[in-house]
């Protein structure tokens, strides 16, 4: 029994000293044939026999082969399952924890008693947000963070500028999403805003409206005030 503890540990320490040189000789390979390749955060093994994950810039995925001889970017696709399997990790990667949101650089609006918790990126020229903001008026009891995220045009940064500055944010804000009413020319340290950008880049946030609610799930896209209140319901943080 003992011989047998003592070969099993042997074995493992070599699947282990294998897996490292493996890893190493991926990025070392990599780095010297693709210099312009950044640096890899992690190299991991996939479902894939002989096919890596190799991992970039927090969460930009590429797989490549044992030796590095070969880099692919795309989707990998379980097809048995019918999962994309890339995308379930980006979902991992980028997942947003509730606590973790820069809440100091969004603005609350609270209807009711507050006790439910949701956040929202949006730009203030989302045609889309507009449509979300109208059916969030319906929701009740609710604490909303808005995060002013422009990403579709300059106008968009003024906007969220004039909205940031304003004395009383949610009301211009709402004013200019609901009622069509411009936010009035306003001055102040907005560096908020471009803090929400910076943010929102690394979480791949790439669409507006984004919905995070207080158990983590994000919700790309506009939706309706039935399943608002259906993931304010579900939502354990």
């Known amino acids: 029994?003992?011989?047998?503890?003592?070969?099993?540990?042997?074995?493992?320490?070599?699947?282990?000293?294998?897996?490292?040189a493996q890893e190493a000789a991926i990025r070392k390979n990599l780095a010297e044939r693709l210099p312009n390749l950044p640096a890899i955060d992690e190299v991991s093994k996939t479902p894939m026999p002989g096919v890596f994950e190799v991992r970039v810039n927090q969460s930009e995925i590429f797989y490549t082969d044992a030796e590095g001889n070969y880099l692919i970017q795309g989707s990998m696709i379980d097809t048995k399952a019918r999962v994309d399997l890339t995308e379930q990790r980006l979902d991992k990667l980028t997942a947003i924890a509730f606590k973790d949101l820069p809440?100091?650089?969004?603005?609350?609006?609270?209807?009711?008693?507050?006790?439910?918790?949701?956040?929202?990126?949006?730009d203030p020229n989302c045609g889309y947000c507009k449509r979300f903001e109208r059916d969030l008026m319906k929701i009740d009891n609710v604490t909303v963070h808005v995060f002013l995220y422009p990403i579709l045009s300059a106008d968009s940064g003024e906007k969220s500028r004039h909205i940031w500055c304003a004395k009383d944010k949610g009301k211009a804000f709402l004013?200019?999403?609901?009622?069509?009413?411009?936010?009035?020319?306003?001055?102040c340290d907005a560096a908020a805003v471009a803090r929400n950008f910076?943010?929102?880049?690394?979480?791949?946030?790439?669409?507006?409206?984004?919905?995070?609610?207080?158990?983590g799930t994000r919700v790309p896209g506009a939706i309706g005030a039935d399943r608002i209140e259906k993931q304010l319901a579900e939502a354990k943080p």
């Open 1 to 20: 029994m003992k011989l047998l503890k003592t070969c099993l540990i042997a074995a493992l320490a070599a699947l282990s000293f294998a897996a490292l």
């Open 103 to 122: 809440l100091k650089d969004a603005f609350t609006i609270v209807r009711g008693n507050g006790k439910r918790k949701m956040a929202v990126f949006e």
């Open 175 to 187: 004013d200019w999403m609901v009622r069509d009413v411009t936010p009035p020319a306003a001055t």
């Open 198 to 215: 910076e943010f929102g880049k690394k979480a791949r946030i790439t669409g507006t409206p984004t919905i995070i609610f207080a158990d």
